[in-house]
């Protein structure tokens, strides 16, 4: 009597810790309270003996009150078997059950990953969610080894992260179109990667709308995944190797197009790469595909559409002394193209290095990071191009199976091949690698995601906490936690309204349960009043070009008073390499009113050629949705250049 007593208490103390799941119908032995109990190697599974009940099924979960939510989570069964994945979903909610809202409607992956279903923050009691195709289309069934909620956020004193948009494929690479949509890829499938396979599937992201639009790409005969990535002087991504090693792929800003450009000299893939002050891309490293070692550098030209081999900008200098050899210790590296058509290499490594892109390229040693380790899938980002500041954060001193750490470094870079200065600041909060970094119109450093201990493919030792870097006081501020692991294969990058966009994580197979097709965004707060309400932004009314040469005066009228102005380079993300952001304050020289005149600094180096976005910031740093500028080498420098030459 005693046992069955005890027996009974445990099984009520079961039920409150999990939630309450009914479901369309049920197979014997696999009900609907499967997918609430909290246990994930249980589940529910739609009926389909002794007859098949065919789909739609549906399960509604109810959270026995009223509650603040935006998004259901789903987690497919666990057991290696992936028959009754949810594909096709219809996401409704309910404060009563006899009157149902459709909330979000999407398709999930077909892999045994967890899912969000994001949506607008509603109050709901139910959430149902009907299944109208099984995702890898095998038969009539739906399974669930878990359903769950998300809980909305109600404060925003240290901004808010949106809901988590499912998307279509496992992102590895994005970067800005003109314009602002979010371009992404990863590989020839939705969920994972391997070998050459001409084409690669992509997703664009309207940030605005949440909406995505999937594409192959196939017209270059590139599988891109882990590639190098620089946007050039015309906004046009520079896609080079990866899976498919020497290939180049260039999407036209302007008319959309992909075109397949030359084949690079050295076939790469996990090179970085860097657009110059003269609009060229300079690209070094790059072990992990197309053969191992000797990966010096070589640079692409547009005018000639040719690549060419930089014999003397040897790789060897930025080598780490990753535990994995060469395979990992060229690859990634922190490449800022900088004046005179040098490039700055501030790591991963502990050593640092100038590179010049001219004649057959050169190398010299830029001295050592401070007291720095090799940190091997850090952070490097120029949040003041004109001061040539560079923080850096994190990474570790091998790829993989190694700690993180959370050191912090600033370099000072001046004139190419001075040596810079390196001061040590106060560490992050968390140790981090596999993270990555936004700096914000304000010349904060948003640094998001990553894990203490680094493994690819895995997401145990994860920080969900980003932290703003503040270079005036250099201190860090933690703020609210995202839902998704971000680790291996993560992005960031700002977008033009002033928002983080945040993806990937994952691509490693259907069984893995590490793949993140979804997109997170983080409002930073100054985005938000005291209250909490949505800030009244300052706005852009005219500009006077749209179009400027480095040095060339620019006219803005705002619809109000503004007090601080930058300008932050469109920016492309991988494997927490983003070598096109970079931000350059802008100081009026004159002010009539809200008309504001401003002369862009002269070096083509500090303000590259290419997309920039323009925020008008108000005395409460509120930013405006930035306008794009295309920042272009003045007609005269390239003058008295070949003048010169
Ligand atoms: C579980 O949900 C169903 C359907 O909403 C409801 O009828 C039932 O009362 C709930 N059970 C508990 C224990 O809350
Ligand atoms: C989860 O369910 C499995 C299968 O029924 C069972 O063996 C296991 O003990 C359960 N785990 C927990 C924590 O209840
Ligand atoms: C259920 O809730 C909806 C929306 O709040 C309301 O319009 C409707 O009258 C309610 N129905 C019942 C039967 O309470
Ligand atoms: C599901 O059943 C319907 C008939 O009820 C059938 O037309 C359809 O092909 C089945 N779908 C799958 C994936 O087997
Ligand atoms: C930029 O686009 C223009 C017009 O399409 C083209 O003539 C020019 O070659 C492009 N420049 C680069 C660097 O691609
Ligand atoms: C891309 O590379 C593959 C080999 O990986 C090669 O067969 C193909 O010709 C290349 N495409 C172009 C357009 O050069
Ligand atoms: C560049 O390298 C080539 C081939 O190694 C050599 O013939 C040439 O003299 C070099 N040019 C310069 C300017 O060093
Ligand atoms: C940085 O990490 C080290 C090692 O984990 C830890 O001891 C230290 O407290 C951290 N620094 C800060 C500022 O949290």
Known sequence: ??????????????????????????????????????????????QYSPTVVPLPHWAIVDLGADTFINGLSYLPRQDGNLNGNIGQYIIETSTNTSTWTTVTTGAFMDDNSKKYAGFSAVTARYIRITALTEAGNRGNWSSAAEF?????PTSTNLGQWSPVYNQPITIAASYLLPGGNVFSFGSFKPDTFGGA???????????VTGTSTQATISQTGHDMFCPGMSLDANGSAIVTGGDDASNTSINDAVTGDWIAGPLMNIPRGY??????????????????????????????????????????????????????????????????????????????????????????????????RAAAVDSMSGIAVMYDAVAGKIFTAGGSTSYQDVDAHNETYLITIGTPPAVPTVATLTSMTYTR???????????????????????????LNSIFTPELWDPVTQTFTVLPAHVVPRNYHSIALLLLDGRVYTSGGGLCGTKCG?????????????????????????????ISATSIAVGGT??????????????IRYGSATHTVNTDQRRAPLTPTATDGTTYTFVLPSDSGIMLPGLWMLFALNSAGVPSLAETVKVTVSEQSKVRKLELG
Request: glycine share 12%.
């Open 1 to 46: 009597m005693l046992i069955f007593v005890n027996l009974l208490f445990l099984t009520i103390v079961h039920l409150v810790q999990g939630l309450n799941v009914t479901t369309s119908d049920a197979n014997s032995g696999n009900p609907a309270s499967n997918a609430g109990d909290g246990n994930a190697t249980t589940f529910w599974h739609s």
């Open 148 to 152: 769950g909620y998300n809980a909305a």
């Open 197 to 207: 396979n001409g084409f690669t599937l992509s997703v664009t992201f309207n940030a």
């Open 271 to 368: 090179q970085s790469s860097a657009a110059l002050s003269n609009g060229q891309i300079f690209t070094i490293g790059g072990s992990w595909s197309g053969g191992r070692g000797g990966k010096n550098g070589e640079k692409y030209d547009s005018a000639t559409n040719a690549w060419s081999l930089l014999s003397g900008a040897l790789v060897a200098p930025m080598l780490t002394a990753d535990a994995g050899g060469i395979f990992r210790q060229d690859n990634h590296g922190w490449l800022f193209g900088w004046k005179n058509e040098y490039v700055f290499q501030a790591g991963p490594s502990s050593a640092m290095n100038w590179y010049s892109t001219t004649g057959n390229g050169s190398q010299v040693s830029a001295g050592t």
């Open 433 to 459: 690698a596999f993270h990555n970094s936004v700096v914000l119109p304000n010349g904060k450093v948003f640094i998001t995601g990553g894990q203490t201990y680094a493994v690819p493919f895995s997401d």
């Open 514 to 542: 590490t793949n993140h097709p979804d997109v997170e965004i983080y409002s930073p707060s100054y985005l938000f009043t005291s209250t909490g309400e949505l800030a009244t932004r300052p706005v852009i009314s005219s």
């Open 554 to 567: 620019l006219t803005v009228v705002t619809d109000s008073e503004i007090s601080s102005w930058s300008l």
